[in-house]
T-cell receptor, first 110, second 115 residues
Framework: QKEVEQNSGPLSVPEGAIASLNCTYS??????FFWYRQYSGKSPELIMS????GDQEDGRFTAQLNKASQYVSLLIRDSQPSDSATYLC??????????FGGGTRLMVKP | DAGVIQSPRHEVTEMGQEVTLRCKPI?????LFWYRQTMMRGLELLIY????????DSGMPEDRFSAKMPNASFSTLKIQPSEPRDSAVYFC?????????????FGNGTRLTVT
């Protein structure tokens, strides 16, 4: 079992809708969680960081963390076609290194 | 800031040849990571350096892979001999301190094809 699990998708949403991306992790010692966006043929870029239970908002993006359930999510409000990409969830492990999930491919249809 | 710089962007080589990938981290970053990305296995951590010292190389697939960081501004990942299953995109990333509370900044990657 991978340490960080994501549904590979694709997740298809219409333009203007809310896209909800989910991630679970197995290491209860993980303290830091990140969402990266990766366009096809490009490198991952950080879009959100979250370190404590609850919500963290940045513009159209909201990251949610529930350590009891070992669950992290990313909400994208007012989805745009330019949001179409693969979203990678990452968590630090006991060795303080980042482990990435397999990514969820998001498609926003105009 | 120039960001993390990797070279070459693309590398095509024949099985059995030596391949060397290069990385220049962001100035002031003291942690450097090498990742490999494939469709089947996603993004895998190969090795992690902190202050030029290898901290964890448990992700290095086998002895054919080696990595060095002779100084704070340069690292190499070498594959010798290369095999077709090594074909992947190899990313270098850097951060300040470790990845905890410090986001990784990725280079543009090297797409390696071994025929």
């Amino acid at each position: 079992q991978k340490e960080v699990e994501q549904n590979s998708g694709p997740l298809s949403v219409p333009e203007g809708a809310i896209a909800s991306l989910n991630c679970t992790y197995s290491d209860r010692g993980s303290q830091s969680f990140f969402w990266y966006r990766q366009y096809s043929g490009k490198s991952p870029e950080l879009i959100m960081s979250i370190y404590s239970n609850g919500d963290q908002e940045d513009g159209r993006f909201t990251a949610q963390l529930n350590k009891a359930s070992q669950y992290v999510s990313l909400l994208i409000r007012d989805s745009q076609p330019s949001d179409s990409a693969t979203y990678l969830c990452a968590a630090n492990n006991a060795g303080n290194m980042l482990t990435f999930g397999g990514g969820t491919r998001l498609m926003v249809k105009p | 800031d120039a960001g993390v710089i990797q070279s070459p962007r693309h590398e095509v080589t024949e099985m059995g040849q030596e391949v060397t990938l290069r990385c220049k981290p962001i100035s002031g970053h003291n942690s450097l990571f090498w990742y490999r990305q494939t469709m089947m296995r996603g993004l895998e951590l190969l090795i992690y350096f902190n202050n030029n010292v290898p901290i964890d190389d448990s992700g290095m697939p086998e002895d054919r892979f080696s990595a060095k960081m002779p100084n704070a501004s340069f690292s190499t990942l070498k594959i010798q001999p290369s095999e077709p299953r090594d074909s992947a995109v190899y990313f270098c990333a850097s951060s300040i301190r470790g990845p905890n509370n410090s986001p990784l900044h990725f280079g543009n990657g090297t797409r390696l094809t071994v025929t």
